[in-house]
Nanobody, 116 residues
Framework: QVQVVESGGDLVQPGGSLRLSCAAS????????MGWYRQAAGKERELVAR???????TYTDSVRGRFTISRDNAKNTANLQMNSLKPEDTAVYLC??????????WGKGTLVTVSS
């Protein structure tokens, strides 16, 4: 099994920055995709950013240029650096480890609130 734990969520003012961390443990395969998703109150879960084990990245349009995803394959971690935060970025942010046919594993999420 795989355990996924997120951290770093907090209350931040508009225009501020925050760094989220995701740590995966257990049966981790070398080739996987780690991704950050978010779910705001009353809305569907959406992909924020994802990164492959070879470093390829994908961002949703609303965060491109403001957020940066990175990973450390040796430590099985993925970080999300969030800059120029906006109130509409407020959501529970969840990390997922996609190991293809071996399953997708989710953390419980960390809350990011952007408000003055």
């Amino acid at each position: 099994q795989v355990q996924v734990v997120e951290s770093g969520g907090d209350l931040v003012q508009p225009g501020g920055s925050l760094r989220l961390s995701c740590a995966a443990s257990g049966r981790i395969f070398s080739r996987n995709v780690m991704g950050w998703y978010r779910q705001a109150a009353g809305k569907e879960r959406e992909l924020v950013a994802r990164i492959t084990s070879s470093g390829g990245t994908t961002y949703t349009d609303s965060v491109r240029g403001r957020f940066t995803i990175s990973r450390d394959n040796a430590k099985n971690t993925a970080n999300l650096q969030m800059n120029s935060l906006k109130p509409e970025d407020t959501a529970v942010y969840l990390c997922a480890v996609d190991q293809g046919s071996y399953g997708i594993y989710w953390g419980k999420g960390t809350l990011v609130t952007v408000s003055s």
